[in-house]
């Protein structure tokens, strides 16, 4: 049996975490409601800006003219995974790694490993992807002031590379946010562009049911184009690009938080069963080692009695 003195030194050590883990709680608390904020505010403009792209290329031979449209025999690929900078989020990160893992598997199986490139976005899939080798730009920085220009960056890397034929696929894995407790890992193709009927559904149900409903209520609506048709598609595949991979960061950030909240608030509980059970072995010590004395009172005083 323990002695009184480590007992209670674990009890001081458990408290002590349990307060951090409550705090971290709180912290991530707060900045969940900001990054909910912003991914909330974020999909209906994807939507619509998709929305906008099918309707414009619905009369263009139903296909994305353009050099981010070009389909590609498949020996060079590209893989984005958006983790985040920090740990302590349960399964959050590990999710994605698993996600990558599995995409590459079902979709690349007869690629040999060096033809897989990985941009990384977060610290820890930055480490993990730089150990294993492959890793295209850095991009550590982007939770530290999240923000659409320091997505833009890496979005413009990935495009760049499919233009330039150094990737012939892009694909991005990341965590979407759909509440506090549950965070869903998507893998979407980024490029090559798909044709329009794909562009007007996205992987998630819920945004594929908005986006459709928007490009049905403008589909039979006559519009004059200035500058071309085709000149405003040009310009808006890059915007949706970076607003899709954008978009990607924002749902990760969220779903982060929540995580993290989801993982601290666990962490705490157990913290506490964990109190209660070496406050009861405390006082079971304690009572031992008060009765111990007693006996060995009672026995020195008979002794003397008896001498």
Request: aromatic letters at 6%; hydrophobic letters at 45%.
């Amino acid at each position: 049996m323990a002695s009184l003195k480590e007992v209670r030194s674990r009890i001081q050590s458990v408290s002590s975490t349990q307060q951090i883990t409550k705090a971290m709680k709180m912290v991530a608390a707060a900045k969940l409601r900001r990054a909910q904020d912003n991914i909330i505010r974020m999909r209906p403009y994807a939507q619509r800006l998709n929305a906008i792209l099918a309707n414009l290329t619905r009369t263009t031979d139903n296909d994305i003219v353009s050099e981010y449209g070009v389909a590609r025999e498949v020996r060079r690929v590209l893989v984005i995974a958006v983790t985040s900078d920090r740990g302590l989020a349960g399964a959050f990160n590990s999710n994605v790694f698993k996600g990558v893992n599995a995409a590459i598997a079902e979709r690349y199986a007869g690629l040999p490993a060096a033809n897989i490139s990985y941009l990384a976005i977060g610290k820890k899939a930055h480490d993990y992807y730089t150990r294993k080798g492959g890793v295209v730009g850095n991009f550590t920085h982007v939770f530290a002031k999240l923000s659409f220009d320091t997505v833009r960056e890496a979005a413009e890397l990935a495009m760049d590379g499919f233009r330039s034929g150094t990737f012939d696929e892009v694909v991005m894995v990341y965590n979407e946010f759909k509440n506090v407790a549950t965070q869903i890992v998507r893998t979407e193709q980024l490029l090559p562009l798909v044709k329009v009927e794909a562009l007007a559904a996205p992987a998630t149900p819920r945004d594929a049911k908005a986006v459709s409903a928007l490009v049905e209520a403008t589909a039979n609506v006559d519009y004059i184009f200035e500058p071309s048709k085709e000149e405003i598609i040009q310009t808006l595949i890059p915007q949706s690009l970076k607003i899709q991979l954008y978009k990607a960061v924002l749902e990760s950030n969220a779903s982060e938080h929540g995580a993290r909240m989801t993982a601290m608030d666990k962490a705490t509980d157990n913290a506490g069963e964990l109190l209660k059970a070496l406050k009861l072995t405390y006082n079971r010590t304690r009572q031992a080692a008060i009765t111990t004395e007693i006996l060995e009172i009672v026995g020195g005083a008979e002794a003397l009695a008896a001498g």
